[in-house]
């Protein structure tokens, strides 16, 4: 079992940045794709980032060039750094830590983001 606490979510205004954290504990076997989700109410959550295991982290398009993703060598710790924040992108944001063919499926409680002025 992988236990996941997302925080770092709040209220900003358009322009400014949040960086979020995801703090893992348990068993990190077998575990492989680490990566940021997001759901708007009535949509579908969505991939925002996520990093496997010696492969370079894919971005969606929507925030390819301001977001970064991040993480310790000892998978314990996932980060999201966003900068140049948009009204579009405020959700709640999760994360996720999986193994290669997702039999082992972790999330976190989600974190909320607000872009607003």
């Known amino acids: 079992q992988v236990r996941l606490v997302e925080s770092g979510g709040g209220l900003v205004q358009p322009g400014e940045s949040l960086r979020l954290s995801c703090s893992a504990s348990?068993?990190?076997?077998?575990?492989?794709?680490r990566g940021w989700y997001r759901q708007v109410p009535g949509k579908l959550r969505e991939l925002v980032a996520v990093?496997?295991?010696?492969?370079?982290?894919k971005y969606s398009d929507s925030v390819k060039g301001r977001f970064t993703i991040s993480t310790d060598n000892t998978k314990t710790e996932l980060y999201l750094q966003m900068n140049s924040l948009k009204p579009e992108d405020a959700a709640v944001y999760y994360c996720?830590?999986?193994?290669?063919?997702?039999?082992?499926?972790?999330w976190g409680q989600g974190t909320q983001v607000t872009v607003a002025t």
């Open positions: 996720r830590y999986s193994s290669v063919n997702y039999g082992r499926d972790y």
């Open positions: 990093i496997t295991s010696g492969i370079t982290p």
């Open positions: 348990g068993n990190m076997i077998g575990i492989v794709h």
